[in-house]
């Protein structure tokens, strides 16, 4: 059986595992670190490029490069918050008003599309170190996806050519990667990264892994610190040298950048400089950006973003039915969790210090490939047992929402409830399903419509209507709507609206399909002009130094070679780099076999002499 990956697709970075003999072991991305930047990017060239390469690039071609479009998975653009949003991509709604990007040259992507890019290297990656191909994955979401968003995700796997064996929470992941099977322990996960924040309260009880409790906010982030402080920044700047650096196409990518970095540095040192030369020109010429940055200043600009965790801590608690004396440990999760800022909240908030043992950015994917190792049956010695993160329910009259099941309900579930007609003789309802918190159905997320059609005709109200839900492991939500009296019903699996549809998934499959063999050609054809330029450039060598040496048929074969292969690399077509490339091969043979032959003869000549000068030197 095929080995089950566990993919932390995260917002900055992200991180893949393998479970190897119980242990969960992070897979290098290739290129150096253990993590790989969420990051994809297109090139003048019409390369795209993926991870680190594409981040490299980013300053001199910021609006091609996509970053941080976790933010962007299964959302409306109506429901964005654009202000938080520190890109230079343009973000814009598509004809069903998904959120999705635009990049400079005018092309459009969704969401799911660009994470299939980065999931698609994750599992080329993935087979290039196992030496086998890799179908199957558990992809993990931020505990307070909502079923959009946790669609758009399993979308993009599928479109990379991935088979999600399990949707998993978080911080359920970093549980499991943490906590030994046989411990009995309740765990709080703090779980703070670079584009989305999630609190979940987890049992474990012998192996048995049951989520308490779970909120967050999928729209905080460690982003939201570099924004603020790059708005600092900039409004710094304008303040002292009156020059606006947003208006420049470079700049504002260069200040992102240094900004994250300072950031990065506040978490172990009191103060760091910015020092960005040539960022502007000024009436006097050029412009250099020379900052000191203290960590009170910095604290000072994201206090708020972090004491609204506080509140949601203590809602964590409260829905789990514990009190911080129950909590035996608290686990810190995601990038941001090393700012001393928030590790001070988490230990306020819990009255416990929380534990840093292990690595922040690694741990999501560890506990992804355990879960992966559960799924595919190779450890039965633990239980995943995950909750709903939102309530889930219908629209009744007046657009209000009923509840049917409710949020942090343990899954798999089943649950129903009895509806009735709201008018005389009403042969048809419409089911809405909907999810989230609030009261009425426009506050909350529309998952799907669908008619319940052939009611028998009764004065309303008495016709019973009978709507169940259930939510098998992986979350996925199944509506049954059925007429008690007639018995008559219609089952739907919920696609939730919005998003990409069966056909748009399928095409995309396509796509990245096609697209996986053109990046094959395109990868041969470099190393085929690779290996071109080098031959020429050892054919053009040998012609240069051996130009009195050579007949003069052999320099006209060499160089009519020569030519052909320079042709021939210039043009696209591999057979015809490769047939040039095998006539020069046999050219640059034959003239060097002239050549060897004739310093044969020279190197007889040259030792004569030299035995007939010793000899003369001895005779003297
Ligand atoms: P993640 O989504 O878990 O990969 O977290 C990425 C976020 O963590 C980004 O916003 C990073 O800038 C942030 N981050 C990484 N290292 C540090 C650090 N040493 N101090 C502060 N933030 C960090």
């Not at 899954?411 to 009895?418: E, G, V």
């Not at 780099?577 to 640059?588: C, H, N, Q, S």
């Amino acid at each position: 059986m095929g080995c089950t990956i566990g993919i932390d697709l995260g917002t900055t970075n992200s991180c893949m595992s393998i479970s190897e003999g119980g242990n969960a072991i992070v897979i290098q991305t290739g290129e150096g670190p253990r993590v790989m930047p969420s990051v994809v990017a297109f090139t003048p060239a019409g390369d795209r490029l993926v991870g680190i390469v594409a981040k490299r690039q980013a300053i001199t071609n910021p609006k091609e490069t996509i970053t941080s479009v976790k933010r962007l998975m299964g959302r409306k653009y109506e429901e964005l918050n654009k202000g938080i949003f520190n890109v230079c991509y343009e973000i814009i709604p598509n004809d069903k008003g998904d959120a999705v990007v635009r990049i400079g040259d005018g092309r459009t992507f969704t969401p799911q599309e660009i994470s299939s890019m980065i999931l698609q290297k994750m599992k080329y990656r993935a087979e290039e170190y196992l030496g086998e191909e890799v179908t199957d994955v558990v992809v993990t979401v931020p505990a307070h996806f909502n079923e959009v968003q946790r669609k758009a995700t399993k979308d993009a796997c599928t479109i990379a050519g991935l088979n999600v064996k399990r949707v998993l929470n978080e911080p359920t992941a970093a549980a499991l990667a943490f906590t030994d099977a046989v411990e009995r322990r309740k765990i709080a996960v703090f779980d703070f990264g670079g584009g989305t924040f999630d609190i979940s309260v987890l049992q474990v009880v012998n192996g048995i892994f049951e989520v308490k409790a779970t909120t967050g906010n999928t729209q905080l982030g460690g982003d939201d610190f570099d924004a603020l402080l790059v708005d600092w920044i900039m409004k710094e700047f304008q303040r002292e040298k009156g020059i606006d650096l947003r208006e420049d196409p470079v700049a504002p990518q260069r200040v992102r950048e240094a900004a994250e970095r300072a950031k990065c540095e506040l978490s172990v040192a009191l103060e760091t400089s910015i020092n960005l030369p040539f960022i502007a020109s000024g009436d006097q010429g050029p412009l250099h950006l020379e900052m000191l940055i203290t960590r009170a200043l910095f604290e000072g600009l994201i206090k708020d973003l972090v004491e609204s965790t506080r509140p949601l801590c203590e809602q964590v608690l409260k829905d789990a039915g514990l009190t911080h004396e129950d909590l035996e440990t608290v686990v810190l999760v995601g990038g941001s969790t090393r700012i001393p800022m928030l590790r001070t909240l988490v230990e306020e908030a819990f009255h416990q210090e929380p534990v840093h043992s292990v690595n922040p950015d690694e741990v999501v994917a560890m506990g992804a490939a355990i879960a992966g190792s559960v799924v595919s049956g190779q450890r039965k010695d633990l239980v995943l047992l995950d909750v709903t993160s939102l309530t889930l329910g219908v629209e009744t009259l007046g657009g209000v929402m009923a509840p049917i099941i409710v949020k942090n309900s343990p899954l798999p579930i089943k649950r129903s409830k009895m509806f009735t007609t709201a008018v005389d003789n009403q042969q048809i309802v419409g089911i809405h399903v909907l999810q989230g918190e609030r009261e009425l159905t426009e506050d909350n997320r529309s998952l799907a419509r669908f008619e319940l059609v052939g009611i028998r005709p009764a004065p309303r109200g008495i016709p019973r209507i009978e709507v169940a839900f259930s939510i098998d492991a992986n979350g996925i939500l199944f509506v049954n709507a059925k007429d008690a009296v007639t018995g008559k019903h219609q089952e739907l699996k919920i696609n939730p609206s919005g998003g990409l549809s069966d056909d748009d998934v399928r095409e995309l499959i396509r796509d990245a399909r096609n697209y996986r063999e053109e990046d094959r050609d395109r990868t041969k054809l470099i190393e085929e002009r690779n290996l071109a330029d080098q031959l020429i450039y050892e054919a053009s060598k040998l012609l240069n130094t051996s130009k009195d040496r050579l007949d003069a048929d052999s320099q006209a074969e060499l160089k009519s070679a020569l030519d052909e292969l320079r042709d021939a690399r210039d043009s696209s077509d591999i057979a015809s780099i490769e047939r040039a490339k095998k006539d020069l091969t046999m050219v640059l043979h034959t003239s060097r076999n002239i050549l060897n032959m004739l310093d044969t003869l020279d190197d007889k000549d040259d030792s004569d002499g030299t035995e007939s000068l010793s000899q003369k030197e001895g005779m003297d």
